[in-house]
């Protein structure tokens, strides 16, 4: 008899906010292929990313890491292992949980699946939007992984749930009660990608960035264009939440130095909205389903102070979809849809 079970994948984090664990971490992310990217040539990538990068950019994100670390660890992990918690409560499925770099790695969790039996897996990113860095990474390294670990194992995968009316829903409930407050502009804050990224990722060579408006206009290319997925998910939010013209705006956060990152900048936004008026800011983090370094750090801390340094007065952080009843309600509901009917997207 086949056994199935559910697979939540999301980024990770270093076991500990000591330099070591933290440059281990940050050489395992960065030393990915397809987030770092450039040079194409292994010993050279290796060699920026071992020797320049991490070894420099390790003390200072283990002091951002030290800033939101609980005493159960990683917020990203801690509130990662309550959502599966919760899942499992609602669904006989076997559901487990892994991060692309870091613990719990995906190597031992597909032999611990492989020894329950399990021959039907449904992986579950915890990324609502395509990138190569993102999604596609960690797919490929659950593919990579298991033809060695477990080559019968049939593999499945929910497809980017940027667009899914649930989850625009969910997205736009948890928010409901923040929209109440009194506030001047709702920033939509996403992850950044390098701009190469979207070329790359666009096979014709023909739409993203060559066609105007490329994003708002309909193209196969939005498969795998992640600027025209957030746009997507911005828009369908602005219409589901009612929000006025001109009341909102997207931002790209968290870009590293070296080329051009998606436009135009979160740092550059907290700097110059107040000089506009925006004196009250509202900021979601629809590209992050659940809190980590770069919402709880980057925005709450750095972003708030930023902000008010530049003259904001009320700064206004919208929390991830973490472990809310409403999120819980779109997995479980995804996951029944994937039992009853094989269905992997909306
Ligand atoms: C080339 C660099 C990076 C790309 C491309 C990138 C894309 C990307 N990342 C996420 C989600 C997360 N990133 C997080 C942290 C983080 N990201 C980068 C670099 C790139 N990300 C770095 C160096 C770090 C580490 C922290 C730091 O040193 O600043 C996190 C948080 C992890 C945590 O432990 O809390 C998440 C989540 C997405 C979705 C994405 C592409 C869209
Ligand atoms: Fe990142
Ligand atoms: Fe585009």
Same mark, same amino acid.
């Given at each position: 008899?086949?056994?199935?079970?559910?697979?939540?994948?999301?980024?990770?984090?270093?076991?500990?906010?000591?330099?070591?664990?933290?440059?281990?971490?940050?050489?395992?992310?960065?030393?990915?292929?397809?987030?770092?990217?450039?040079?194409?040539?292994?010993?050279?990538?290796?060699?920026?990313?071992?020797?320049?990068?991490?070894?420099?950019?390790?003390?200072?994100?283990?002091?951002?890491?030290?800033?939101?670390?609980?005493?159960?660890?990683?917020?990203?992990?801690?509130?990662?292992?309550?959502?599966?918690?919760?899942?499992?409560?609602?669904?006989?499925?076997?559901?487990?949980?892994?991060?692309?770099?870091?613990?719990?790695?995906?190597?031992?969790?597909?032999?611990?699946?492989?020894?329950?039996?399990?021959?039907?897996?449904?992986?579950?990113?915890?990324?609502?939007?395509?990138?190569?860095?993102?999604?596609?990474?960690?797919?490929?390294?659950?593919?990579?992984?298991?033809?060695?670990?477990?080559?019968?194992?049939?593999?499945?995968?929910?497809?980017?749930?940027?667009?899914?009316?649930?989850?625009? +829903?969910?997205?736009?409930?948890?928010?409901?009660?923040?929209?109440?407050?009194?506030?001047?502009?709702?920033?939509?804050?996403?992850?950044?990608?390098?701009?190469?990224?979207?070329?790359?990722?666009?096979?014709?060579?023909?739409? !993203?960035?060559?066609?105007?408006?490329? !994003?708002?206009? !309909?193209?196969?290319?939005?498969?795998? !264009?992640?600027?025209?997925?957030?746009?997507?998910?911005?828009?369908?939010?602005?219409?589901?939440?009612?929000?006025?013209?001109?009341?909102?705006?997207?931002?790209?956060?968290?870009?590293?130095?070296?080329?051009?990152?998606?436009?135009?900048?979160?740092?550059?936004?907290? +700097? +110059?909205?107040?000089?506009?008026?925006?004196?009250?800011?509202?900021?979601?983090?629809?590209?992050?389903?659940?809190?980590?370094?770069?919402?709880?750090?980057?925005?709450?801390?750095?972003?708030?102070?930023?902000?008010?340094?530049?003259?904001?007065?009320?700064?206004?952080?919208?929390?991830?979809?973490?472990?809310?009843?409403?999120?819980?309600?779109?997995?479980?509901?995804?996951?029944?849809?994937?039992?009853?009917?094989?269905?992997?997207?909306?």
């Amino acid at each position: 008899m086949s056994k199935s079970a559910v697979l939540l994948l999301n980024l990770g984090s270093p076991d500990s906010t000591s330099v070591p664990d933290v440059r281990r971490y940050l050489e395992e992310f960065l030393g990915d292929e397809r987030v770092i990217d450039k040079p194409a040539i292994g010993f050279l990538r290796s060699l920026l990313v071992k020797q320049i990068i991490c070894r420099f950019r390790a003390p200072k994100s283990a002091h951002a890491y030290e800033s939101i670390w609980t005493p159960e660890g990683s917020p990203l992990i801690l509130t990662s292992k309550q959502v599966q918690a919760k899942l499992q409560t609602r669904t006989t499925l076997p559901v487990e949980l892994a991060m692309n770099y870091g613990n719990p790695s995906i190597p031992d969790v597909l032999r611990r699946l492989v020894n329950q039996g399990v021959d039907r897996l449904l992986l579950f990113p915890q990324y609502p939007h395509y990138a190569m860095s993102s999604w596609e990474t960690v797919v490929v390294k659950v593919q990579r992984e298991a033809a060695v670990i477990a080559p019968g194992l049939k593999i499945e995968c929910v497809q980017p749930y940027y667009g899914d009316a649930d989850y625009i +829903e969910a997205l736009v409930a948890s928010a409901k009660p923040y929209l109440a407050q009194p506030h001047d502009h709702l920033l939509f804050s996403y992850h950044g990608i390098p701009v190469r990224h979207l070329t790359k990722a666009d096979s014709s060579h023909a739409h !993203c960035q060559v066609v105007p408006d490329c !994003c708002t206009t !309909c193209s196969p290319a939005h498969a795998t !264009c992640y600027k025209a997925q957030v746009t997507r998910t911005t828009q369908l939010f602005a219409e589901k939440a009612g929000l006025k013209p001109g009341s909102w705006s997207i931002t790209f956060q968290s870009r590293l130095v070296g080329e051009p990152w998606l436009s135009p900048y979160t740092d550059h936004a907290f +700097e +110059e909205m107040p000089g506009r008026g925006i004196k009250r800011l509202l900021v979601i983090t629809p590209a992050f389903v659940t809190d980590c370094l770069e919402t709880l750090e980057e925005i709450r801390v750095e972003g708030a102070e930023d902000y008010k340094k530049a003259g904001g007065e009320d700064f206004t952080h919208i929390p991830c979809l973490n472990d809310q009843p409403v999120w819980i309600d779109f997995l479980d509901k995804r996951i029944r849809a994937w039992q009853e009917t094989g269905a992997v997207s909306a």
